[in-house]
């Protein structure tokens, strides 16, 4: 494999902790993801080795019908990404289906699940609910959860920044890291999760790290913040178009003198996207007294702060539009980044496991 890239930044990034994060291309990024996980990884990208993966067969799962969909929103993400800060010379942006150690050890963590510990996942239920899949899902549905446990594994990360609904997932690729270390590395059972690889562990058995808002709720009032639910405000809209979004936020509240619950809908965004504490407090004080305060009025003063946040990302988003060779100049050093740490990982997990019979390379 050629190297991707040599000298200091590579050195940098290599003894720094790892973490790895992602999102799946099932349309543009929102808000959600900027205050459950996109601010946080731009914090990161500093002191951390940073990969972060477009989970491009993921979308399959719900999409099997769109493949021309899934690479425009890839694409689309990516720039979402830059726009929002994401430096690719500090961080390894990389596609899914570039990376076949991936998908390799897939497979494996497959044989180390009880298939009912899958069907179980409360996220995967969820989805299986809020998406309406019914009994209808594909069988490659379900197997998105153990693909991510190896979307993560295969990058050995320490920390995993995510929102509140990928907890379950991250604790699915916690026993599965503790297992494989039992099995086939033979980590003793009562070894604390730190000291995995102290004691032989292959896998670093990572934790979540939940951003400011582990769950932004939807302009519905009631759904998460969701990129296939038609209840997002997106990083790419307009002006107008969030103002128009914002003013639809569902609370229920019929007039500006009536007390208010701070803890509703339209509060979780205030709180999320008010830089100033003090305006925060006097807004929930007048809105829980009724003190002739409308939510039109928050609203309105929450569309200003919102834009105001996403204005400098626009303008970036807006060099990168007309043309896809930046983006595609990204990808393919990350790609070749992201597979040197990636082929080094299932070394160790097929020499673990017993598959190693002669060395193998990739090449591009
Ligand atoms: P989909 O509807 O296809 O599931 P999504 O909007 O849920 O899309 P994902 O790609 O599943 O987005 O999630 C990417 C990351 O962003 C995950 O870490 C997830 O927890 C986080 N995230 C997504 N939506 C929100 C939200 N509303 N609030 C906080 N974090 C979120
Ligand atoms: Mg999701």
Same mark, same amino acid.
């Given at each position: 494999?050629?190297?991707?890239?040599?000298?200091?930044?590579?050195?940098?990034?290599?003894?720094?902790?790892?973490?790895?994060?992602?999102?799946?291309?099932?349309?543009?990024?929102?808000?959600?993801?900027?205050?459950?996980?996109?601010?946080?990884?731009?914090?990161?990208?500093?002191?951390?080795?940073?990969?972060?993966?477009?989970?491009?067969?993921?979308?399959?799962?719900?999409?099997?019908?769109?493949?021309?969909?899934?690479?425009?929103?890839?694409?689309?993400?990516?720039?979402?990404?830059?726009?929002?800060?994401?430096?690719?010379?500090?961080?390894?942006?990389?596609?899914?289906?570039?990376?076949?150690?991936?998908?390799?050890?897939?497979?494996?963590?497959?044989?180390?699940?009880?298939?009912?510990?899958?069907?179980?996942?409360?996220?995967?239920?969820?989805?299986?609910?809020?998406?309406?899949?019914?009994?209808?899902?594909?069988?490659?549905?379900?197997?998105?959860?153990?693909?991510?446990?190896?979307?993560?594994?295969?990058?050995?990360?320490?920390?995993?920044?995510?929102?509140? +609904?990928?907890?379950?997932?991250? #604790? *699915?690729?916690?026993?599965? &890291? /503790?297992?494989? %270390?039992?099995?086939?590395?033979? $980590?003793?059972?009562?070894?604390?999760?730190?000291?995995?690889?102290?004691?032989?562990?292959?896998?670093?058995?990572?934790?979540?790290?939940?951003?400011?808002?582990?769950?932004?709720?939807?302009?519905?009032?009631?759904?998460?913040?969701?990129?296939?639910?038609?209840?997002?405000?997106?990083?790419?809209?307009?002006?107008?178009?969030?103002?128009?979004?914002?003013?639809?936020?569902?609370?229920?509240?019929?007039?500006?003198?009536?007390?208010?619950?701070?803890?509703?809908?339209?509060?979780?965004?205030?709180?999320?996207?008010?830089? +100033?504490?003090?305006?925060?407090? #006097? *807004?929930?004080?007048?809105? &829980? /007294?009724?003190? %002739?305060?409308?939510?039109?009025? $928050?609203?309105?003063?929450?569309?200003?702060?919102?834009?105001?946040?996403?204005?400098?990302?626009?303008?970036?988003?807006?060099?990168?539009?007309?043309?896809?060779?930046?983006?595609?100049?990204?990808?393919?050093?990350?790609?070749?980044?992201?597979?040197?740490?990636?082929?080094?990982?299932?070394?160790?997990?097929?020499?673990?496991?017993?598959?190693?019979?002669?060395?193998?390379?990739?090449?591009?």
């Amino acid at each position: 494999m050629t190297r991707s890239d040599t000298g200091a930044a590579a050195g940098a990034r290599a003894e720094r902790p790892r973490i790895l994060t992602g999102d799946t291309p099932t349309g543009r990024l929102h808000l959600g993801h900027w205050v459950g996980s996109v601010k946080r990884r731009v914090e990161l990208q500093s002191t951390h080795e940073c990969y972060f993966i477009l989970a491009n067969y993921h979308a399959f799962t719900t999409r099997v019908d769109q493949s021309a969909e899934i690479r425009a929103d890839t694409i689309e993400i990516v720039r979402d990404y830059l726009a929002m800060g994401i430096d690719p010379e500090k961080a390894t942006i990389f596609l899914q289906s570039e990376i076949p150690a991936i998908h390799e050890l897939c497979f494996l963590f497959a044989m180390l699940l009880p298939f009912n510990r899958v069907m179980r996942n409360p996220t995967l239920k969820d989805e299986i609910k809020v998406k309406g899949l019914g009994d209808n899902y594909s069988f490659g549905f379900p197997l998105y959860a153990v693909g991510q446990t190896s979307d993560i594994l295969t990058f050995r990360p320490v920390g995993v920044p995510v929102g509140e +609904d990928q907890v379950p997932h991250l #604790e *699915l690729t916690r026993e599965v &890291a /503790r297992r494989f %270390n039992q099995v086939f590395c033979g $980590v003793p059972t009562d070894i604390e999760d730190d000291d995995h690889v102290k004691h032989g562990g292959v896998f670093p058995i990572p934790r979540a790290d939940v951003g400011k808002v582990g769950r932004l709720v939807g302009t519905d009032g009631v759904n998460k913040m969701s990129k296939s639910l038609g209840n997002a405000v997106f990083i790419s809209d307009t002006t107008k178009e969030v103002e128009k979004k914002i003013m639809k936020i569902f609370t229920g509240r019929q007039s500006p003198t009536e007390p208010g619950d701070v803890n509703n809908a339209l509060f979780q965004w205030v709180d999320a996207f008010f830089p +100033d504490a003090a305006r925060v407090a #006097e *807004l929930k004080d007048r809105y &829980a /007294r009724g003190d %002739n305060i409308g939510d039109g009025h $928050v609203k309105k003063e929450l569309a200003e702060q919102v834009n105001a946040l996403l204005e400098p990302m626009r303008k970036r988003r807006a060099e990168l539009e007309g043309s896809d060779d930046l983006v595609l100049e990204v990808l393919k050093k990350g790609c070749a980044r992201a597979n040197e740490t990636a082929e080094r990982t299932l070394e160790m997990a097929r020499k673990a496991a017993g598959l190693h019979f002669f060395p193998r390379r990739l090449s591009y």
